[in-house]
Nanobody, 122 residues
């Protein structure tokens, strides 16, 4: 079964850090683009960050650039989103998704995970 599973969400205080994981089963992430999206309550889903096939290209939305990093561990078939200096406005359900063509576009995803909730609150 082809599956993406997110983990690592939780409750964190403003200024804190979390690392989200996106693990794949049934297919390889290395040659695919992996995109993190998020959806806050009452808001539309938005793209947060992408890592293209291999490790050579990454993108971030402006509001998280400099605070979030994205990386791969090919041995574990997992992509990580390291989130530092978290703010209340980062509160959302975070989803990972994969594009088979390896290109960093925030549409046309081939696989989706179920999401993990991140709550930033004191």
């Amino acid at each position: 079964q082809l599956q993406l599973v997110e983990s690592g969400g939780g409750l964190v205080q403003p200024g804190g850090s979390l690392r989200l994981s996106c693990a794949a089963s049934g297919f390889t992430l290395n040659n695919r683009a992996i995109v993190w999206f998020r959806q806050a309550p009452g808001k539309e889903r938005e793209g947060v960050s992408c890592i293209g096939k291999g490790d050579g290209f990454t993108t971030f939305r402006n509001s998280v650039r400099g605070r979030f990093t994205i990386s791969r561990d090919n041995a574990k078939n997992t992509v990580y989103l390291q989130m530092n200096s978290l703010k209340a406005e980062d509160t959302a359900v975070y989803y990972c998704a994969a594009r088979d063509d390896g290109m960093c576009y925030y549409f046309g995803m081939n696989y989706w995970g179920e999401g993990t909730l991140v709550t930033v609150s004191s």
